[in-house]
Each structure stands twice: as structure tokens, then as C-alpha cells.
């Protein structure tokens, strides 16, 4: 070969070209299928086995999973939390209380901002089915948790949810 082919990018995908060339020119196809072929076959049980141990537990974390809570407006000091189906208000309302320092947390309630009106959420509402019947409804509306101090002037009457069965 040319020495001056041999320098920079152009002798290195030449090299290895011809390297892959000689090592398929060499290649012992049946013995190599045998072999492989049940190596292949027990790593696939073993990761069809891996993967119906694990479904059930990857199911339960999924994205949709966790809110997004801003501190005193909507989009400022937001944080990300964890939340179960079964997690009520309440149990939002303490992680928001702990995530963002609040002192006196009984003074401080979670409410929606849905077009441009703030919802306050009931104790025991479920903020995950929330989210899901704001995610499914039609046309589409942005909303926002937001963790805040109650008796705001902006909060009205918490609507009825819309029935979300289907989702849960």
C-alpha cells in the first residue's frame, strides 16, 4: 500500500475494511452457527425470563408517574415529585412542604391552574387522576400544580372531575 495512504481518517476506515473483509473471507460458517446458535437460544430465554420478572415492576414507575409542582405561581420554583395512584393531596401537599421548606405547611394548599383560574384540590383527591383527565381531555388544556399559600383571592370552586375509569 501507498505510505501516503496509510496517514489520517482515510487509512483508518481502509484498514478496518480490509480487516473486516479478511475476517468474513475466513469465516467458518457452520461451526460458528452451531455454537452460536445456542448461546443465542439461552441468552433469549434467559432475557424472556428477565423481562416478565421485571414487567410489572416497570409498569408501576413509569413517566406518568410523577407531577410537576410550582411554588407560589405557575412555572416558577418548579419541582418534579413522585407520585403513586394511590397518593391523595395531602400526601402531595407534605412532599411539597418538605421539597420546598415550607414552615407552616397547614397555611399552604395544592390547586390547579386551569385557564387562568385556580382550582384548589380537595385532601383526598388523587392528583395523578387529575393529571389524567386534564392529559385526555379534548381540546387539550394546560394546567399547572401549584403549591400555595390558601385563601388566595384567584382560587374558586374545584369543578367535578371528569370520570376517568377507563384510565385507572
Not at 421539597?99 to 382550582?119: H, M, N, S, T
Request: overall charge negative.
Amino acid at each position: 500500500m501507498d505510505p501516503a495512504l496509510q496517514l489520517g481518517e482515510g487509512s483508518y476506515y481502509l484498514t478496518t475494511t480490509y480487516g473486516a473483509l479478511e475476517h468474513i473471507k475466513n469465516y467458518d460458517k457452520m461451526s460458528v452457527t452451531r455454537q452460536l446458535s445456542l448461546e443465542i437460544q439461552d441468552s433469549i430465554h434467559r432475557w424472556e425470563r428477565r423481562r416478565t420478572l421485571n414487567k410489572a415492576r416497570v409498569s408501576r414507575t413509569s413517566v406518568q408517574d410523577f407531577i410537576n409542582v410550582s411554588f407560589l405561581e405557575a412555572g416558577s420554583n418548579t419541582k418534579t415529585l413522585g407520585a403513586r395512584p394511590s397518593t391523595t393531596t395531602q400526601d402531595l401537599c407534605n412532599q411539597c412542604a418538605e421539597k420546598f421548606e415550607i414552615q407552616d405547611p397547614e397555611c399552604y394548599r395544592l390547586c390547579v391552574l386551569v385557564d387562568g383560574a385556580y382550582q384548589q384540590l380537595s385532601p383526598d383527591d388523587f392528583p395523578l387522576t387529575v393529571k389524567a383527565s386534564f392529559h385526555h381531555s379534548e381540546p387539550k388544556k394546560e394546567y399547572y400544580f401549584v403549591y400555595k399559600p390558601m385563601n388566595s383571592e384567584q382560587e374558586v370552586e374545584k369543578p367535578q372531575p371528569q370520570q376517568t375509569e377507563s384510565l385507572i
